[in-house]
């Protein structure tokens, strides 16, 4: 009966349907008012279908999410994958080329400030030197020592351009369409937004530590994602080697300060032997087997070694190149 | 810093008023606020966004995707873009701005899911929602679930659309424009929407209607 009727009123159902969002025209309103005083039962229908919108609204979802384990999970989501910082650490063969260069460099720096002008700004570090450069773009680099980086004045151009040799930690500020590019050892890094390439590969091994951001490296038709605490490994002819990074002091340079938390003294030895460029022996088994939780400011290997020992209650000594840890009796 | 978040959580996120309040003026001193934190603080502007809006964000999406993991999952990703695009927010009206996010995101998973040839849909054909006890001793969550499964068994766009229009609030206009179709479908498909649920929701209404028509002359219906 009532489809009788609203095929007789063709677009009486419309009507309804607009004046429940108020979208009736005035003329509308008339036609509708009209058909709704036909007849008790276009009144009843109109009713039903009105009170069918009500009743739907009335029972909306009671959903209610976790907010604060959404809040976490988001926090630890935009720690880990955005404000992209990478680090370019090239391997130890080169930062010896580097430093055994160093002269020759600053000599090319000063033809590169005549030849070029002041456009390009060239930035140097020398042995046992760090330094914070701000890029014109908010972006921030650290320097190891030994190291160089180039860069326009302004950064201007299309891509956010910086020449590398040697170590530098990067943190680059989020500039959507302008891609942050570090080319390192005819290697291209790059980072737009959250990602960032790597696209060539180097004669010398290159090594990019992901901090935080998602990247993907190219190389050739191969193509890997490198996450957070993951990183690859560039070497000429060699395909890119893609690795977790288990070394948490990576960035010990950058930050002055070791971090071993409950790491047993043999890997603690280790990586002060990696760090200073030292053979460093633990004589007594039951003091490699140690974990002491430390986390020494960067000094001098000696100083070093004496609070480990104070710590693990041993001695030590050099002798010759070596230095060896022994059981104080 | 903690006085300003509490501050901001007293004005949890509510979504009243009917479809003919549609303006979002940027003047609302909330937004202000928000925006004077973005250029401030943009950490504590992102934990103050997300703790006001993240429910309201979640719920949205829920209501279309119609499984909470799925939803707080998108939801985590609308503001995983807002995160990432800060640098662009400037003139935006954040509420306005995520419920639209919220709906796009939404429908675009449900297209996705679609396409991949997974049906969201619940039940194809329109039966009336079965009510144990009209009128009885239903609670009230019960009734919830009735009339939220009854708009679960509509067919997939006009589920769509019933949604945003119903409770996401949109105008036929907005709906038309976000589905990319025309208003007369639109309206086509909420006629079809309330047809059907009028059948499916037949008990709830003519319950209501017994009490509207008055609570004296109910106990003898029952007798029939």
Not at chain 1, 49 to 64: C, L
Not at chain 1, 94 to 115: E, Q, V
Not at chain 2, 55 to 71: E, L, N
């Amino acid at each position: 009966m009532l489809t009788y009727m609203s095929e007789q009123f063709e677009n009486i159902d419309t009507l309804i349907v607009r004046s429940l969002e108020n979208s009736l025209s005035s003329s509308e309103q008339t036609m509708l008012q009209k058909w709704l005083d036909e007849d008790a039962t276009h009144r009843r229908y109109f009713d039903e279908i009105r009170r069918t919108w009500t009743v739907t609204g009335e029972h909306d979802t009671h959903f209610i999410p976790d907010t604060e384990k959404n809040w976490q999970r988001f926090r630890e989501r935009i720690y880990t994958s955005d404000t992209p910082e990478l680090k370019v650490v090239s391997n130890r063969k080169m930062y010896l080329r580097i430093a055994a260069s160093i002269t020759g460099i600053a000599i090319t720096t000063l033809l590169y400030f005549t030849l070029r002008g002041p456009s390009e700004i060239t930035e140097l570090t020398a042995a046992n030197e760090k330094k914070t450069i701000s890029l014109p773009d908010g972006s921030k680099v650290y320097m190891n020592q030994n190291s160089r980086l180039r860069y326009d004045k302004q950064l201007a151009g299309a891509e956010r351009a910086i020449h590398l040799e040697g170590e530098a930690f990067f943190e680059v500020a989020n500039k959507p369409g302008r891609p942050f590019v570090v080319y390192a050892n005819e290697t291209q890094t790059q980072v737009l937004g959250t990602s960032f390439d790597v696209r060539a590969y180097a004669a010398t091994p290159v090594e990019v530590v992901v901090m935080t951001g998602k990247v993907a490296v190219s190389h050739d038709t191969h193509k890997l994602v490198v996450t957070p605490g993951r990183k690859v490994i560039f070497a000429a002819g060699k395909q890119p080697e893609e690795d977790a990074n288990n070394d948490v002091n990576y960035i010990a340079w950058k930050e002055n300060k070791f971090v071993f938390e409950n790491i047993q003294v043999s890997g603690i030895v280790q990586t002060l032997e990696h760090f200073y460029g030292v053979k460093i022996i633990v004589t007594d088994p039951g003091i490699d087997s140690m974990h002491p939780s430390w986390s020494p400011e960067i000094s001098t290997l000696p100083k070093l070694l004496d609070q480990l020992a104070f710590i693990t209650n041993a001695g030590w000594i050099k002798e010759g190149n070596t230095y060896k840890i022994y059981r104080k009796n | 810093m903690q006085a300003v978040l509490r501050t901001f959580s007293s004005t949890a996120p509510t979504y009243t008023g009917g479809n003919t309040d549609k303006g979002y003026f940027c003047a609302m001193p909330e937004n202000a606020a928000l925006q004077k934190l973005l250029r401030e603080n943009e950490q504590l502007f992102m934990e103050t966004l997300f703790r006001n809006w993240f429910p309201f964000v979640c719920k949205t999406i829920y209501r279309i995707v119609q499984d909470t993991a799925t939803a707080e999952d998108l939801a985590q990703d609308v503001f995983i873009k807002i995160w990432n695009r800060r640098a662009e927010l400037q003139e935006v009206y954040f509420k306005a701005y995520l419920h639209k996010a919220a709906i796009n995101i939404a429908l675009d998973y449900v297209d996705k899911q679609k396409r991949r040839g997974v049906h969201m849909e619940l039940g194809e054909q329109h039966e009336p929602v079965r009510v144990e006890n009209p009128g009885g001793g239903m609670s009230l969550q019960q009734t919830t679930r009735h009339i939220q499964q009854a708009v679960d068994q509509l067919p997939e766009k006009c589920r769509e659309i019933f949604i945003l229009s119903r409770y996401e609030e949109l105008s036929y206009k907005e709906i038309a424009s976000t589905l990319k179709i025309s208003v007369k479908t639109v309206e086509n498909q909420m006629v079809t929407a309330l047809k059907k649920l009028r059948i499916s929701l037949q008990e709830y209404l003519q319950v209501t209607i017994l009490f509207i028509a008055g609570a004296a002359i109910y106990p003898l219906l029952l007798q029939c």
